[in-house]
Nanobody, 124 residues
Framework: VQLQASGGGLMQPGGSLRLSCTDS????????VGWFRQAPEKEREFVAG????????SYADSVKGRFTISREWEKNTVYLQMNSLKLEDTAVYYC??????????????????WGQGTQVTVSS
């Protein structure tokens, strides 16, 4: 596993969490990075993506205005700040490197080097 996702946990609705995706082998290189999530019995879905320069981002409609993706080059880390969490945000969150496609892709098939995932549970 080349990417390590961390920061998940149990949070009440309305709370915040910050996920980190660390690249210990410099897999990020000059690639865009994305966050995806997968809830039980559901397909993996795109959450947010950031360009390799960090100057372009994209978000799923379901998280716009609540989640923020960012990257810190010095630490080879991409973050996902999640605010105003909802019950439906419960899922395993994965980070991955975009390997193909133009611009910022939202297709899981365009990504590789998936991290092991971190569980986010939103519950009252």
């Amino acid at each position: 596993v080349q990417l390590q996702a961390s920061g998940g946990g149990l949070m009440q609705p309305g709370g915040s969490l910050r996920l980190s995706c660390t690249d210990s082998r410099r897999t990020f290189s000059n690639n865009a990075v994305g966050w995806f999530r997968q809830a039980p019995e559901k397909e993996r879905e795109f959450v947010a993506g950031i360009s390799w320069r960090g100057d372009s981002t994209s978000y799923a409609d379901s998280v716009k205005g609540r989640f923020t993706i960012s990257r810190e080059w010095e630490k080879n880390t991409v973050y996902l700040q999640m605010n105003s969490l909802k019950l439906e945000d419960t899922a395993v969150y994965y980070c991955a490197v975009q390997r193909r496609g133009w611009g910022l892709s939202i297709r899981a098939a365009d990504f590789g080097s998936w991290g092991q995932g971190t569980q986010v549970t939103v519950s009252s």
